[in-house]
Each structure stands twice: as structure tokens, then as C-alpha cells.
């Protein structure tokens, strides 16, 4: 059975709406990296639960690719490069306050 316009266009916004939501839901590491900008410290910040965030992230892209799933594809690398910054503030401001990620809430 084909398709319809109709439908198309439903499966065309559904994505598009998935992968808006799917952005939306992956802000959180940017803003946690802006605040470890903003107040030059990542004291409160737990390295493993970004490493394990940034894994889960890097999982499902692959199953996007392997699936050929956009909005899986897209969201998660969005939230990659969030994960990625946040992990890098992490590790700058645990080495500039000299504890060289040893000391902190890991």
C-alpha cells in the first residue's frame, strides 16, 4: 500500500518535532558547561556522571546510524558536544585549582 501526502507530511513533522524536542532535551550539558564558565569551578560537578551521560549519548548514535533514525542521529550529537564541553570545563578547572582530578566528587 502506498503512502499518501497526507501522511508523508505527518511522518515529516512528527520528525521534525522529535528532533526539536530531542535538542531541547539535550540543553542541559550546555548549560551546566556555561555555569562551570561562569564561576571558573567544576567543584560540584561529577566527572563520572557526564563520562557515563557522554557513553550512553555515543550508544545511541550508533544505534541511529545502524537504524538510519535522524532524530536519534541528530539530538544525540547535539548532546554529544554538550557532554563534550561540559567534560572539558571539568577537567580545565580541576587541573587549574590544582586538585588534577583527584579530590572532587567523582
Not at 62 to 84: E, S, V
Amino acid at each position: 500500500m502506498k503512502k499518501s501526502l497526507s501522511t508523508w507530511r505527518q511522518a515529516l513533522t512528527l520528525e521534525r518535532l522529535t528532533i526539536f524536542m530531542g535538542i531541547v532535551g539535550q540543553i542541559a550539558p550546555y548549560i551546566q558547561a556555561g555555569k562551570i564558565c561562569y564561576l571558573k569551578s567544576a567543584h560540584a560537578v561529577s566527572l563520572t556522571a557526564c563520562l557515563i551521560g557522554l557513553a550512553s549519548m555515543v550508544c545511541w548514535v550508533a544505534y541511529g546510524i545502524q537504524r538510519n533514525i535522524k532524530p536519534l542521529i541528530i539530538t544525540n550529537i547535539f548532546g554529544m558536544i554538550g557532554g563534550i564541553l561540559t567534560i572539558a570545563g571539568i577537567i580545565y578547572y580541576d587541573i587549574k585549582e590544582n586538585h588534577i582530578l583527584g579530590n572532587g566528587d567523582y
